[in-house]
Structure formats: C-alpha cells, structure tokens
C-alpha cells in the first residue's frame, strides 16, 4: 500500500516563502506523476502543480505560475512545492497525490488522476 505524506505547512506573512515536502513510500517503482493540490476554506480543490517521472517535465495552474516551483528527488521519491511571495489567497490545505498508472498530460490537472494521496498540510497566509 502506498503512503503519501505531506509536512512542511504552516502560518506565514504576506510576502514569505515556504517549502512543502512529499514523500510516497510503499512501491518499488517510482509514481509516473506526483501533484499538488489545494483547497481552500468553501473552495473547490484546484490543482496547483505536477510533476511527471521518467523526464521530470513540470506543470503550473496560471495563478501559481512564476511563485511556485515544484521539483523532485527521485532517489527518494519525492516532491517538494517551493512557494514564494506568499499571498492570503493562498490559505488553503495543500494535499499531495501520486500516480501510478500511465496518465496523458492533459489529466494531470484533474484529481482523479491520481490513486494516492496525502492527508494535506495546512497553509495560512496572514496580510
């Protein structure tokens, strides 16, 4: 059984950066992809950011693109979301999810996607 595994949340200034880390542990090969999604209070959930395995070729929603840098360490399969110049918007639990099947480019952004998630990690941006 394959766990994810979040940590890295917490309570940040307008304006600062933090790192969210993600580890799957359970499967021998690596996820073919790994994500980030978020969901803020009365929000729907909205994917945030992937990254897919052999090649490491990354992907951005609009909104983060140019705050957010998602990376991976392969030898330990896994993903850290670097985010800078934080802003209140960006309050939300932030969950991260694996996949294991073949997955197109084009679902990598759709949650269903994914088989494995994370419990999530609270970020909250004060102003």
């Known amino acids: 059984q394959v766990q994810v595994v979040e940590s890295g949340g917490g309570l940040v200034q307008a304006g600062g950066s933090l790192r969210l880390s993600c580890a799957a542990s359970?499967?021998?090969?690596?996820?073919?992809?790994m994500a980030w999604f978020r969901q803020a209070p009365g929000e729907e959930r909205e994917f945030v950011a992937a990254?897919?395995?052999?090649?490491?070729?990354?992907y951005y929603a609009d909104s983060v693109k140019g705050r957010f840098t998602i990376s991976r360490d392969s030898a330990k399969n896994t993903v850290y979301l670097q985010i800078h110049s934080l802003k209140p918007e960006d309050t939300a639990v932030y969950y991260c999810?694996?996949?294991?099947?073949?997955?197109?480019?084009?679902?990598?952004?759709?949650?269903?996607?994914?088989?494995?998630w994370g419990q999530g990690t609270q970020v909250t941006v004060s102003s």
């Open positions: 999810a694996a996949n294991y099947r073949p997955i197109t480019i084009a679902s990598l952004t759709t949650g269903h996607s994914y088989n494995y």
């Open positions: 359970g499967r021998t090969l690596s996820a073919y992809a």
């Open positions: 990254v897919t395995w052999p090649g490491g070729n990354t």
